[in-house]
């Protein structure tokens, strides 16, 4: 069985306003990634690797402007 990918993942943020940010990212598995493809077409792969999916380990997508950073799996 093959092992899990979480990919690194930017996408509009909703309400820019109340987030003062012009951008979401975070860590996803497929199923995520597909969803958030499916609700932001724009949605786009950012380079790095995660160890877990953010959003199924409950943590929220973080500010992704001006955030680039360099990552690699540990």
Known sequence: ????IFLL?????PDREEIG????????CRHHRDEIA??????RGRRG????????EGRGP???TGNV???QRR
């Open 1 to 4: 069985m093959e092992e899990p």
């Open 62 to 64: 973080r500010s992704g």
């Open 69 to 71: 950073r360099s990552l």
């Open 38 to 43: 499916s609700t932001f077409p724009t949605a």
């Open 21 to 28: 940010a012009g951008e979401l990212e975070a860590f996803l």
């Open 49 to 56: 690797l995660g160890d877990s999916c953010d959003l199924c």
């Open 9 to 13: 993942i930017a996408w509009p943020a």
